[in-house]
């Protein structure tokens, strides 16, 4: 007899999924709304501005045309991935083959979520930046493998210690995550760094996996390089990259991973079996984009810049010195002392409604610093650093 008084239950993958570290913060942010501030969130990491508009009018077209309202291609249309290839080479004289080099995601989250599902047996370990983008730690959960922890710290210019990782640990590691321009803290890496990654991921058999969402969301003329630049990088290593922050489209679902081919074909075997692709007239915006005239990004860019300069400004007049980010939609500083980051999140919630992102939203490296995104109008900007100003440390 089933037992009819059993409760639905779900899996324990999904009961030690952490607790969402601001459901509280969240109820706090509500409850200020109700009682009439005007919160200002500088807390989300999605561009405010549109996307091009010379890509909305070809998604317009192509929304129009029936042949593209079935079942996409599994693997991504070959003309979407031939533009990727076109795209790595000129931005950075690197070529891929598009036909098993190349493979279009549903935006890079849901590639870098299912990464682990294509490369890591239960027990199995990964090497995850800590603070970092919770997904690198969350897939690997969902996969039933074990996160470790790789420390971002400013004295190494929150790039991780490899040589700190225990030989025990690194032995057992299927996969690295790596992410510069890097979210949250803003930090960019040097060809160097990368080519330390390249051997010790060949000693120990890893396979590298960089996320290089931000590599276009770059300021004063700073150049992001790709992992795949490094000699020997193709051989150990993939690349996720985005249409997201690059061209303002994270609500389109567009991305791709590039490089190393078994991984590619492993990862693609995942997908064929759990996604049947992205929306063929995303794609054919997408192509759009990648192939379209670049001084869009660098204009965008200038928009971001002058936020950023406006953050930096109104941090230093308040005591507080963060780095300058060459990159990212983020600015990531130094808390005064005397708070934990949620506890100082609060006060700047409490004495002037406006939030910024605790560190240790990050991981508990994070913890010492919060992160304020470029990613809100102007006006909203302005008014909310003015507000901050006011708020006595
Ligand atoms: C925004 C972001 C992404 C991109 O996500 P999409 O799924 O492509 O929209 C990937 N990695 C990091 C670190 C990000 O911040």
Not at 77 to 104: S, T
Not at 322 to 337: E, G, N, Q, T
Request: with cysteine; aromatic share 10%.
């Amino acid at each position: 007899m089933p037992d009819e008084s059993a409760a639905i239950r779900p899996a324990r993958r999904i009961e030690s999924l952490p607790p969402y570290l601001f459901a509280d913060v969240d109820r706090r942010i509500a409850e200020k709304r109700a009682a009439g501030f005007d919160v200002i969130s500088l807390g989300i990491g999605d561009p405010d501005l549109p996307s091009p508009a010379h890509v909305v009018a070809t998604a317009q077209e192509a929304v129009a045309e029936p042949r593209y309202h079935r079942y996409p291609d599994y693997y991504g249309r070959p003309e979407f991935r031939q533009a990727i290839a076109r795209w790595y080479e000129r931005r950075f004289g690197i070529e891929l083959d598009p036909n098993g080099e190349v493979l279009p995601l549903i935006g890079s989250k849901e590639g870098i979520a299912h990464m682990p599902t294509a490369f890591v047996d239960p027990g199995d370990v990964v090497l995850v930046p800590d603070p970092g983008y919770p997904v690198y730690s969350i897939g690997t959960l969902l996969a039933n493998g074990e996160s470790y922890v790789m420390p971002l710290q400013a004295e190494r210019g929150f790039l991780p210690d490899l040589n700190a990782v225990p030989e025990g640990v690194a032995l057992r590691a299927r996969l690295l995550w790596i992410n510069y321009p890097n979210n949250p803290t803003a930090a960019v890496a040097p060809l160097e760094f990368f080519e330390e990654v390249v051997a010790f991921a060949r000693r120990y058999s890893i396979l590298v996996c960089h996320d290089n969402a931000y590599s276009e969301v770059t300021y004063d003329g700073y150049r992001a390089p790709s992992f795949l630049e490094v000699p020997g990088a193709r051989e150990v290593g993939v690349e996720f990259h985005s249409l997201s922050k690059t061209y303002n489209m994270t609500g389109w679902r567009t991305g791709m991973v590039v490089g190393n081919p078994v991984a590619i074909e492993a990862l693609g075997r995942v997908k064929t079996n759990v996604d049947s692709g992205i929306f063929d007239a995303v794609q054919i915006a997408s192509i759009t984009a990648l192939d379209g005239d670049q001084a869009w990004v660098e204009e965008r860019n200038v928009r971001f810049q002058t936020r950023r300069d406006a953050v930096i400004a109104t941090l230093r007049r308040v005591g507080i010195e963060a780095p300058v980010p060459k990159a990212s939609l983020y600015v990531w500083a130094p808390i005064p002392a005397g708070y934990s980051s949620v506890d100082f999140s609060l006060r700047i919630l409490d004495d002037a409604a406006v939030w910024v992102t605790p560190g240790v939203g990050f991981g508990a490296n994070g913890e010492g610093y919060f992160r304020i995104s470029l990613t809100v109008a102007d006006q909203r900007l302005a008014e909310a650093l003015e507000r901050m100003e006011r708020v006595r440390l």
